[in-house]
């Protein structure tokens, strides 16, 4: 959606022409990757234990939920909304499954089944009110936030008295669901979690399905420009409906790795995490205001954010200070973005 | 790892996108261990007696809470005592927390101490610990589970024994009906305390608060004695909610008592003035400080303390009668 306009040194096309480099430049992950190098040399340097095999298992795992759903709130903001339900969501998908297999008797499969039932419809109810109504998504999923907040507690104190759901152990299926959700993978030393899998293989699928699929496309369009995307006859409901179930699915995803892996759930998980997806998806490269980013990026703004978590912990800085620490790190990280963000700019220009 | 997908990582993709489920599907059967824990829970291995240089703390409570700044005073003070670097870290999420114990595993700790608000979630990685060899002491919660996953001492307070030693002196002051003021939805601590104290004090409603909000506390507490006249008790789980607790009884002109779990420079005022009847203390400066002292003599000489049964550190009380003696204490934070 770019207006080409014809400067000395800039090619005619988006990328056609440009020299390798330059191409480089071109990519909204750039910057993203220029910060995670620089976080990762800079913990590198500090601590030792930053690189040995359990260390590198450490910051991945930290990584991997939250790039699992930094990854579909890049799609979604690439198109131009935002879900404040993504968070909580993660707790929902845990207890519904935990309390269908725990107090309900059920098979885990099954339990996973209605629980991502319940998702993708609680997606795609969020995706339908915003396109109805035409309020700011913002809005009508903080709503969504607070009644699943709601929800979560209400419900686990109904039906178990207490305030945490316990004992998926012990639930039948739970060693074949627990294989596909939370085993370890041991290479060498290190144990990587199972979630690390699906954080790469959901966010070569996003990938894929950004720059490689007519849906891609429509996810730019209707990020970008939504009048002119309906103009051109872009099914923008449809598009904006999926993506707000591809958040919710990957609740669904990260909910299921967190009660299989920790065999418990607390009803007040996941509160607040939705603005860690959407600082990962923004270092990761993604606009505020839509029709650009990489889910590609956003993977790697989770990785950032996941490494300076641990790396803090690895340089032994007192753990006063470590949200400032944090946060100075993400604004870094931001600003080395934000850097090569204008030369593509320029460039395109 | 970290940065390789960069060069061109669309185009990378593009090619390598078809063939990737596959070969993760490939590498996840070929070395793969099943989920949680399927193991017994490994016996703790005595470590070769030595010194010990470095113990991470990890907690479940919130950065800036004031009960959890004691537990870590405590800590420190002893790593100061004792001569050990101690490492406080925390965090609310079960998720996190369990991360931050691996964290100390790969940092290779001679000791590690941590508290337990949801045991199963910090399973795979305590007896990660445990099987690495390091010796874990539990604290403040999860008593039940602490020998199980193989630590070799609990400190802490019994939470229901402690809840019931309170309904039954709120009971005691001739007190009718109570309600109890639950701050922290996913704490299991606040469950049990309201439980036990309900069960000793009889009749007895719940309200839902949130800690992070003060306003909502206070007004809530008000609206809930405005609603029900026949409430002339409240207890509440925590000091910051006390002190709400207190100006919401006075805004709403009821004459209800008020009793709380904790202490702090606040809840001390309100004794001494009159306006608080009780607090429940667990004394959580020895939370930090006990369990490095259990872990020095552990990797120095094989001891262990409290012969299989959890070390209690509570619960105490203080009221108008020993409140002046405690007040410096609280204000010097290690009370």
């Known amino acids: 959606m770019t207006v080409v306009t014809k400067t000395s040194d800039a090619p005619q096309d988006q990328t056609a022409g440009a020299s390798p480099l330059q191409r480089l430049f071109l990519r909204p992950e750039i910057g993203a990757a220029l910060g995670a190098l620089l976080v990762f040399v800079f913990f590198s340097i500090i601590t030792d234990r930053f690189l040995s095999p359990l260390g590198v298992a450490t910051w991945l795992d930290d990584s991997s939920t939250l790039g699992i759903m930094a990854v579909a709130v890049a799609l979604l903001m690439i198109g131009g909304e935002f879900d404040l339900s993504a968070g909580v969501m993660t707790a929902s998908t845990a207890l519904v499954t935990a309390l269908l297999a725990v107090h309900a008797g059920w098979n885990v499969w099954f339990a996973l089944l209605v629980s991502l039932v319940f998702a993708l419809a609680v997606g795609a109810f969020n995706g339908w009110v915003v396109m109805r109504t035409g309020l700011p998504s913002f809005i009508v999923t903080l709503g969504t936030f607070l009644a699943l907040q709601g929800l979560n507690l209400g419900v686990t104190r109904l039906v178990t008295d207490t305030v945490q759901v316990s004992g998926v152990r012990a639930a039948d299926g739970y060693q074949s669901a627990g294989w596909v959700f939370a085993s370890t993978l041991n290479i060498g030393d290190a144990r990587l979690q199972a979630s690390v899998v699906w954080w790469i293989v959901l966010t070569a699928l996003a990938a894929i399905i950004l720059v490689r699929t007519r849906f891609g496309n429509w996810i730019f369009a209707v990020g970008g420009e939504l009048p002119s995307a309906r103009a051109v006859g872009v099914p923008a409901d449809r598009t904006k409906i999926l993506l707000f179930m591809g958040t919710a699915f990957a609740g669904w995803v990260v909910g299921s790795c967190n009660i299989l892996r920790f065999a418990s759930v607390q009803a007040n998980q996941g509160v607040g995490l939705e603005l860690h997806y959407i600082i990962a998806a923004v270092v990761g490269g993604c606009l505020l205001t839509g029709g650009f980013g990489s889910a590609v990026g956003a993977a790697i703004g989770a990785l950032i954010f996941g490494m300076a978590r641990q790396g803090i912990v690895f340089a032994r800085w007192d753990s006063d200070w470590f949200m400032l620490f944090l946060g100075v790190l993400l604004l870094a990280a931001v600003l080395v973005n934000n850097r090569f963000q204008k030369r593509a700019e320029r460039v395109r220009r | ?335």
């Open chain 2, 1 to 335: 790892m970290s940065s390789r997908p960069q060069r061109g990582a669309t185009a990378w993709w593009r090619r390598q996108g078809r063939l990737l489920p596959w070969v993760a599907a490939a590498a996840l059967l070929a070395a793969c261990s099943g989920p949680g824990t399927d193991a017994p829970a490994p016996a703790p291995t005595p470590v070769a007696a030595g010194r010990l240089e470095s113990v991470a703390v990890v907690t479940h409570g919130s950065p800036g809470d004031a009960f959890w700044n004691v537990v870590k005073n405590g800590a420190e003070a002893a790593g100061k005592d004792l001569g050990v670097r101690v490492e406080y870290n925390a965090s609310g999420d079960p998720g996190q927390q369990a991360k931050l114990i691996d964290n100390a595993v790969a940092q290779g700790v001679d000791g590690l101490v941590v508290s337990m608000a949801n045991p199963e979630a910090l399973r795979p990685s305590l007896e990660k610990a445990v099987a690495a060899g390091i010796p874990v002491v539990t604290i403040n919660s999860g008593e039940a589970e602490s020998a199980k996953f193989g630590a070799f001492a609990h400190v802490g307070q019994s939470e229901s024994l402690a809840g019931q030693a309170a309904g039954k002196r709120l009971a005691d002051a001739g007190r009718g009906k109570m309600l109890c003021v639950i701050h922290e939805a996913g704490n299991v601590g606040a469950s049990e305390r309201c439980g036990g104290a309900t069960k000793a004090f009889g009749n007895a409603t719940t309200l839902q608060v949130d800690i992070n909000n003060p306003t909502d506390v206070q007004s809530r507490i008000k609206g809930a004695l405005e609603a029900d006249h026949s409430i002339d008790s409240v207890l509440t789980l925590t000091s910051q909610i006390a002190a709400r607790a207190v100006d919401a009884v006075h805004e709403a002109r009821s004459a209800a008592t008020v009793a709380t779990f904790d202490l702090n420079s606040d809840v001390v005022e309100a004794i001494r003035a009159g306006k608080l009847l009780f607090a429940v203390d667990q004394q959580q400066y020895e939370q930090g400080y006990l369990p490095i002292v259990l872990l020095q003599l552990y990797r120095a000489n094989l001891n262990t303390v409290g012969g299989g049964a959890p070390v209690q550190t509570g619960p105490g009380f203080v009221d108008k009668s020993n409140v002046d003696a405690v007040a410096a204490l609280v204000a010097q934070g290690t009370r």
